[in-house]
């Protein structure tokens, strides 16, 4: 069974830096990707960076480009999200999701509880 459990989530000022973790357990060897996405209240909730494991391939939403980083550490079995110079409008949930493709929302099988992410102004 895949469980994906997010973390590192909290309160901060525009300008600052918050680095979420999410803790892969389950998960059958083998390529696959694994990505975050955001919800802000009211609106649908979007791709921000997704990764293929087995190439260290990443992509991300061009609002978050050049100040997101996604990683992982295999030997932790955790999949990280470093942002920088966060803005208000990065406010939102955020979730961890294996299983599924690129930014294609409804791909992914596999989806972690979300951490929320504050950002004020």
């Known amino acids: 069974q895949v469980q994906l459990v997010e973390s590192g989530g909290g309160l901060v000022q525009a300008g600052g830096s918050l680095r979420l973790s999410c803790a892969v357990s389950g998960v059958t060897t083998g390529s696959r990707v694994m990505a975050w996405f955001r919800q802000a209240p009211g609106k649908e909730r979007e791709g921000v960076a997704v990764i293929a494991t087995n190439t260290g391939s990443t992509r991300y939403v061009g609002s978050v480009e050049g100040r997101f980083t996604i990683s992982q550490d295999n030997a932790k079995n955790t999949l990280y999200l470093q942002m920088n110079s966060l803005k208000p409008e990065d406010t939102g949930m955020y979730f961890c999701?294996?299983?599924?493709?690129?930014?294609?929302?409804?791909?992914?099988?596999?989806w972690g509880q979300g951490t929320q992410v504050t950002v004020s102004s």
């Open positions: 999701a294996t299983g599924g493709g690129g930014f294609v929302l409804r791909s992914y099988k596999n």
